[in-house]
């Protein structure tokens, strides 16, 4: 199944009162805008093939009951709207908010959203810390939330409902991993030069022993015309070609729609043909990968440096990179038609992931056509594709 994620923002979900009027900020669904979110969940998964993700920040209108709850109990950060992440009573009380609200109605998952959190109420200030400092623990308010969840999911509902924790989030801290929570990289410009860095920055973040890791694939902030406009259509076209070897695929964006068919119909046959089509066929190759990844520390995507340490160009390349044990990923990350790639030394060398031609060690150039990737296969290599697929889930 492909995953949709739904904005309650502002708005919200849960027990203390589920349906609370206007859209006030908090996890409550807005009944003028959702009057039966029970069904809704419903049929998009049965009749669309879609698991739910729902948008939730920890931060709570002031007339809601669930601030007003959090405050009655001390659970608020210093008089803020946000709730204090280091107190387990606190966190066992967010999480009861969209327990009652999301997954109790089969919501599959949670966008947690500014867990740094947003505007610092915790700077200069006291929390339930192991500190005590908002200063000192500042930075593990993302692990905090999440672990809200991820506790919460795995005493409730566990494996044996065949739920799988996971979560999205803005802001990371070590041992996030722990709590399934993907990192994405916040509100990031629709530019060649977003993207470029995006590649460097993903790859920097496996290194520190994150596995999962996301983006806003053509930025969050997108230009005026976007639609239209023949050069951010290229851009778009390249991002979703890098988003497949990344570990989490999705689209988000402002300015507009970001539905493919909004682009044209050429745009769109492009990308459904490079990169979506592209990742589903993956799907065998990918899932065995991220097996790996729970089982050994594994990370799917790595910095050429990992499978080649001997190498010196691979120790300093920052814009090519390897998807799991086989295929070598050299995205185009500028308005350029060709670029260069390293071929680190590798026993029998690489051959053309499309055409199969082989390709010794080496330096060589890499004009990829706009429906295909910069991709190359380690000889004798074993890559299973699967079929084309509507949803993962398609038999």
């Known amino acids: 199944m492909a995953q949709l994620a739904l904005s309650l923002q502002p708005s919200g979900p849960s027990s203390p009162n589920l349906s609370e009027p206007s859209r006030r900020w908090g996890p409550q669904w807005d009944p003028a805008s959702y009057p039966d979110p029970a069904a809704l969940v419903a049929q998009l998964r049965e009749a669309h093939h879609l698991k739910l993700m729902v948008s939730v920040w920890s931060k709570f209108d002031r007339k809601t009951s669930f601030f007003k709850a959090m405050a009655a109990d001390g659970c608020l950060l210093n008089g803020s709207n946000y709730y204090d992440a280091w107190s387990s009573a606190a966190r066992e009380r967010f999480y009861s908010f969209s327990k009652a609200a999301h997954f109790a109605i089969g919501v599959e998952s ?23 400092s908002g200063n000192a ?48 990289s916040g509100d990031i410009s629709g530019a060649w030069d977003a993207l470029r860095r995006q590649v460097a920055a993903s790859l920097n973040y496996a290194a520190s022993g994150m596995p999962y890791w996301s ?14 406009d023949r050069g951010y259509a290229a851009l778009l076209t390249r991002w979703f070609q890098f988003g497949v070897f990344t570990p ?28 979506i089509r592209l990742r589903y066929r993956l799907l065998p190759y990918i899932y065995s990968g991220f097996h790996r990844v729970a089982a050994e520390g594994y990370t ?15 120790r300093t390349t920052a814009d090519a990179f390897m998807f799991g044990p086989a295929l070598l990923v050299a995205p185009l990350v500028s308005n350029a038609t060709s670029r260069s790639v390293h071929l680190p030394p590798t026993p029998g060398a690489w051959r053309g992931f499309y ?7 080496g330096d060589v150039t890499a004009s990829p056509a706009i429906d295909e990737v910069a991709l190359y296969a380690r000889a004798g290599s074993l890559v299973l594709l699967g079929p084309d697929l509507q949803h993962a889930d398609e038999k």
């Open 137 to 184: 623990d500042f930075n593990s308010y993302s692990l905090q939330t999440t672990r809200a969840i991820a506790d919460g999911l795995r005493r409730d509902f566990g494996d044996s409902q065949g739920r799988r924790v996971f979560s999205l989030t803005r802001s990371a801290f070590a041992g996030q991993q722990r709590t399934g929570a993907t990192l994405w």
């Open 355 to 361: 055409d199969g031609q082989p390709y010794a060690a």
């Open 248 to 275: 989490i695929f999705r689209v988000h964006g402002t300015n507009g729609n970001t539905e493919l068919w909004e682009f044209g119909a050429q745009t769109q046959r492009h990308i459904v043909q490079s990169a």
């Open 110 to 132: 949670l966008w947690l959203d500014a867990t740094e959190p947003e505007n610092f109420p915790n700077r200069d200030q006291r929390c339930a810390g192991p500190s005590g």
């Open 215 to 228: 983006e806003d694939i053509g930025g969050f902030f997108r230009p005026d015309g976007q639609h239209t």
């Open 300 to 314: 799917m995507q790595r910095a050429l440096a990992f499978d080649f340490p001997e190498s010196a160009r691979a």
